[in-house]
């Protein structure tokens, strides 16, 4: 046995065997979402989109016109949902094929 102790695992993804270590890092960059707008931008924590259509609003009455600037918006984990809070809505959730990032 020699000094090193470190621990090998299989990797599926690319047929090979792998520190354990290294597979952890690569694996916790993998779980995180991309979520990309209508145009293909990535968005992030706190970008601000505006809306490419006119959205209906489900429960609230209202109708969210085209060009609408939604401001900080927040990512749920959901590669096409994204949390925001508009004026008179809580708990706004659109659809990332329906905003262009500003």
């Known amino acids: 046995m ?3 102790d470190e ?3 299989y990797d599926e993804a690319t047929g090979e065997w792998v520190a354990a270590s ?3 890092t690569a694996a916790s960059e993998d779980d995180a979402v991309v979520v990309r707008d209508s145009v293909g931008n990535v ?3 706190g970008d601000q989109v505006t809306l490419i259509k006119d959205l209906t ?3 609230a009455g209202q109708t969210l016109k085209r060009g609408t ?3 900080s918006i927040r990512l749920t984990g959901d590669a096409q949902e994204i ?3 508009y004026d008179g809505i809580k708990g706004l959730v659109l659809r990332a094929e ?3 990032k500003r």
Do not use: E, P
Request: aromatic fraction near 8%; charge should be positive; charged fraction near 30%.
């Open 7 to 9: 621990t090998f695992v």
């Open 22 to 24: 290294a597979a952890s």
């Open 69 to 71: 600037l939604i401001k």
């Open 43 to 45: 968005l992030a924590d």
């Open 98 to 100: 329906f905003v262009k």
């Open 2 to 4: 020699t000094g090193d």
């Open 83 to 85: 949390d925001c809070r």
């Open 57 to 59: 609003v489900k429960g």
